[in-house]
């Protein structure tokens, strides 16, 4: 036998296997979900985990913004647009105009903590302070307008950290704190949640806000009150959850009309009790009381 | 063989021109390919032009507002209530990073260039060269992480300053950034000064210092200044490491403790998550044709000094 035959059997067999694959998957469903960057490191352990529920159901996940997926879902490209801020009507209009009809579902919480740096003695802050800090115009400047000096702080002067202007945290914060005014210039503008926490935990003056799930042990987390002198609530997933934590963001997921067949199955099992514990371990609050074990 | 067939065929058309053999096909093959080599550079420029010229184009004739562009520091593309497009502070931000910078890198680039061309030798030399290039090839997301974890903290503590993520930060990593090429193309303008002149100063007495000082840098100061406008040039278009060491912050600089935030990284991070074809889009691709521009303009001066040079 030549080395040329053996190849020969080697392809048919492969090319046999190859046909034996495909026909097996006859019934293999892919659904494709594309869309915000907060929620792309848990779509992914959803999609993974449903390998094991559904081995016959592939789930390609993508991230690139929460507009990108809204985008995709009116040009029909995608079955599930993940969205850390809801759709807005121009979208739906657009949607609409191309026959699509996007359905909305929550499918979790993110609580959207203020982080200040461990030796900074602030232990609160209220929507409006927070404005005064961040909104064009605001009058706090200094951290000793706010009544506190905190040490190793130069000039006490406030290090206001944002995210860049296209960030759906960013449009999350602007929305429920500042009411849609503009923000400051001169902020330190981030380019990822975890960029937020690693310069405040270097940075005695500084006061930056991002996504709970990326606390660490060297950042403090503020207690947020509503009003100025009303009981403040410190973030978690807990208080995300009863909804008593003043800037806790829905997150999103839609798909065209009321999923049904394979996709319905998917939504329907990321809202059970096994989905929802894989969005708690992620650090987000699950949409209703789960057992983890 | 092959070759009487051929110049059979050929005998009688043209005798001074090659026989039309294969080889006479694989050498006007070459000389094509080799053409088409030569000229893509200036394809791919212009095709770089049009294509940012045509995305941003849309802004150009619409939103664009000449005074609120260039002489606005409020750069909020957007905002829900008025969006704005002033791109002074990033400007400034941009021209303050490279000027720092360029305050860093021309004494030490100039030293390191003067020792390799007119004092080391052999070994030494060779194993500075080296160095000096591998300088140049350490990638400008890593000076960026060096800026962000490394100097951040030595900035806070040394100057006890609020943030170390700033001018001072950006302009020391992009000097070195800049440093290699420079000390490369100063070097070259030093060795391309004859020998001749430096005998000749040595003849009428002068010391080592005044050989240098006052013969070989005149000599060669068209070439020195081409290699500080290309340093220039690359700290204007430097993206990652600007992004990652300058805080990134829109804010007209009046200390180097300042953060600010640079043209070039203002659309790195914006361009990504923005809808194609809105006005935030078209806005940060006329931010790219401002910054071409400028580039073009700097190397261009920069090629004709050099030129200039080598002329005289």
């Given amino acids: 036998m030549t080395t040329r035959n053996r190849l020969l059997v080697l392809s048919t067999a492969a090319t046999m296997a190859l046909l034996a694959a495909c026909g097996g998957g006859e019934q293999r469903q892919v659904i494709q979900n594309k869309g915000s960057d907060t929620l792309v490191n848990v779509a992914q352990a959803w999609a993974e985990a449903y390998q094991d529920v559904h081995p016959t159901v592939v789930v390609a996940v993508s991230g690139g913004g929460s507009g990108t997926g809204i985008a995709a879902l009116i040009n029909g490209t995608v079955d599930i647009a993940n969205a850390s801020r809801a759709i807005k009507d121009k979208e739906l209009k657009l949607a609409q105009d191309n026959g699509q009809s996007p359905i909305q579902h929550v499918v979790g919480y993110d609580a959207l903590a203020v982080y200040i740096h461990p030796d900074n003695p602030m232990d609160s802050f209220s929507l409006e302070q927070l404005a005064e800090i961040y909104a064009d115009g605001g009058s706090y400047l200094s951290w000793t307008d706010l009544g506190v000096e905190v040490p190793g702080c130069q000039d006490q002067e406030i290090v206001v950290v944002s995210r860049q202007n296209n960030s759906g945290t960013y449009a999350y914060f602007r929305e429920a704190v500042l009411g849609d005014a503009d923000f400051k210039l001169g902020t330190r503008d981030m380019h990822g949640s975890k960029d937020v926490v690693d310069l405040v935990e270097n940075t005695p003056c500084a006061v930056g806000y991002s996504g709970l799930a990326y606390a660490t042990e060297h950042v403090k987390l503020a207690c947020i009150a509503a009003e100025t002198g009303g009981e403040c609530t410190n973030p978690s997933v807990a208080t995300a959850l009863d909804g008593s934590y003043p800037i806790a963001r829905p997150l999103f997921m839609y798909t065209n009309g009321e999923p049904t067949g394979y996709i319905g199955e998917y939504m329907n099992w990321i809202m059970s009790n096994e989905g929802q514990c894989i969005i708690l371990n992620k650090g987000y609050a699950p949409v209703t009381e789960v057992d983890c074990g | ?312």
Avoid: C
């Fill in chain 2, 1 to 312: 063989m092959e070759n009487n067939t051929s110049a059979k065929v050929s005998a009688g058309i043209d005798p001074g021109f090659d026989q039309l053999n294969r080889d006479w096909y694989i050498d006007k093959a070459v000389q094509v390919l080799v053409f088409i080599g030569g000229i893509s550079a200036i394809v791919f420029i212009i095709g770089i032009f049009v294509f940012i010229s045509k995305e941003g184009y849309g802004f150009l004739v619409g939103e664009f507002n000449f005074k609120e562009f260039f002489f606005s520091p409020n750069w909020r593309p957007t905002s829900e209530s008025k969006e704005t497009f002033g791109i002074l502070a990033l400007i400034a931000g941009t021209a303050s990073v490279t000027g720092l910078a360029m305050l860093v890198a021309i004494p030490f680039s100039l030293g390191t260039a003067i020792f390799i061309a007119e004092f080391s030798s052999g070994k030494t030399r060779e194993f500075l060269k080296i160095t000096v290039e591998l300088l140049a090839a350490i990638p400008s997301v890593v000076w960026g992480f060096i800026g962000l974890a490394i100097m951040n903290p030595i900035i806070i503590q040394t100057f006890n300053v609020p943030v170390g993520l700033n001018v001072l930060n950006a302009g020391i990593i992009l000097g070195l950034m800049a440093a290699p090429i420079m000390t490369s193309i100063a070097e070259d303008a030093l060795k391309a000064v004859p020998d001749r002149y430096r005998e000749a100063a040595e003849a009428m007495g002068a010391t080592r210092w005044q050989v240098i000082y006052k013969v070989v840098l005149p000599a060669a100061k068209n070439g020195l200044l081409g290699a500080v406008l290309l340093g220039v040039g690359r700290g204007f278009g430097e993206t990652m490491a600007v992004l990652m060491a300058t805080g990134h912050s829109i804010n007209i600089p009046t200390s180097v403790f300042d953060s600010v935030r640079a043209l070039t990284a203002t659309i790195a991070a914006e361009l990504g998550e923005t809808a194609a074809g809105s006005p935030h889009y078209q806005a940060l691709f006329t931010i790219g044709i401002f910054l071409f521009v400028i580039t073009f303009i700097i190397n261009l001066v920069a090629d004709l000094v050099v030129r200039g040079v080598r002329k005289g």
